[in-house]
């Protein structure tokens, strides 16, 4: 809806003459800037194309009215325009450190950068070694610290080509096309975005990480200028800290710290084994508290606390393999996290007297808010009332009682 005027509070979309503010695009995010008049305070917050001719500005009136017609100045915010340039500069050197690195076929598929970040999409069958990361941090680096020109020129299009600028794949441009080039034969690509006028104003980049984002395709993140020194000083203040704990030196912390794995990897060993050890030595005493009903061998007992899940299962079969052939039930209820996890284990004599696991849970589970069920020779679930236990192994053992007669 085309509208005649705008007042404070209002969020509308202004299209001026011309611009100096950069509509979203390569990549690039858009400038963040202001609009000012007699009596008049705009916030832009984006501003973008239609169908590459028209430029329009998401603003917030902050104060006054704007008119249409109206004579206004438009400027862009230079902190935000700044980090923007190195950004975009920072991309463009990536791109060149990726090719030099791993050749090529390392061809651009996507990018986005905005202040004091980047990414940058790449066609590379595989992940990237941490040498291969490396070298490339490093050629960036290198190119910034050798302090290249930036230049940019517009030229028709076969003539970039023939230079060698880089395009981006599936991109259409026109006859006419603008050059970013960084260190001569270094960096060389169409681009319509803003950059830097030295390599060495994008100040240090610090590659994030590199990922896959789709079949053939490989992304690296990257901090730029001061976003790139306030990482790595949380990464100096988190090695120090980590020196400090360790007490030794920073040199020598990932030695360390792969010690103390090694050494918790043999300390959870040894505590499997003697968990193993304890299970075992419990079946044997559960077995030796199997109480006769009728013809049947019965277990009911509520397991030490924090046994559940894997362990209590095989705590159950075991008891079950030491009650022999004859008829035997066996129910172990433990504790865990307040949870109540069951096992209910059948020998197959129990089962060819019609005992089966799976329908005693009915008997015992609602005392401790439990559910479950199984096969005949095993079922287990889990409760939710810890204090249900006792009345639940009551249950259980009045159920038995019925059913052995």
């Given amino acids: 809806e085309r509208l005649h005027a705008a007042s404070a509070g209002q969020q509308v979309e202004l299209i001026l003459d011309r611009s100096p503010l950069y509509a979203e695009s390569g990549g690039q995010i858009a400038d963040i800037g202001s ?11 984006d501003v973008q194309k239609i169908a590459k001719q028209l430029w ?9 009215q704007v008119v249409e017609g109206d004579a206004v100045l438009v400027q862009v915010d230079p902190e935000w325009r700044k980090g923007a340039t190195q950004g975009h500069s920072g991309t463009h050197l990536v791109h060149a450190a990726l090719r030099e690195v791993l050749g090529p076929n390392a061809v651009q598929a996507g990018s986005l950068n905005k202040p004091g970040y980047l990414r940058f999409d790449f066609s590379w069958p595989g992940a990237l070694s941490e040498q291969q990361k490396q070298d490339i941090e490093g050629v960036t680096n290198e190119a910034v610290a050798a302090n290249y020109p930036v230049n940019t020129f517009v030229t028709d299009l076969d003539k970039a080509k023939k230079m060698g600028a880089m395009a981006l794949f599936g991109e259409n441009y026109g006859d006419e096309v603008r050059v970013v080039e960084i260190g001569g034969p270094f960096s060389m690509e169409l681009c319509g975005g803003t950059h830097v006028q030295h390599s060495s104003h994008v100040g240090t980049v610090t590659l994030l990480g590199e990922q896959s984002v789709g079949s053939g395709i490989r992304r690296v993140e990257a901090y730029v200028g001061l976003d790139s020194y306030r990482h790595l000083a949380k990464e100096r203040a988190l090695l120090a800290g980590l020196s400090s704990t360790l007490k030794v030196p920073s040199e020598e912390v990932p030695g360390r710290v792969e010690a103390l794995l090694d050494r918790l990897k043999a300390a959870e060993k040894e505590l499997e084994k003697t968990r193993a050890a304890n299970v075992a030595a419990a079946a044997g005493t559960y077995a030796g508290k199997a109480q006769r009903v009728g013809d049947v061998l019965v277990v009911a007992e509520a397991a030490p606390e924090g046994v559940a899940g894997n362990d ?20 172990l209820l433990g504790n865990a996290g307040g949870k109540v996890p069951f096992v209910v284990a059948t ?8 005992i089966k696991a799976g329908d005693l849970v009915a008997s015992f589970g609602p005392a401790i808010g439990g559910r479950g069920g199984g096969k005949p020779d095993m079922a287990q679930g889990a409760g939710s009332d810890p204090a249900g236990i006792p009345a639940a192994l009551d249950a259980f053992r009045a159920r038995l009682s019925e059913l052995a007669g």
Avoid: F, N
Wanted: glycine share 12%.
């Fill in 35 to 45: 609009i000012t008049g007699p009596g008049l305070r705009i916030k832009v917050d």
């Fill in 347 to 354: 020998t197959k004599a129990a089962q060819e007297k019609g």
């Fill in 312 to 331: 209590l299962r095989t705590l159950a079969s075991d008891v079950r393999g030491r009650l022999g052939t004859e008829p035997a039930v066996v129910l």
């Fill in 56 to 64: 329009t500005h998401k603003v917030t009136v902050l104060e006054g």
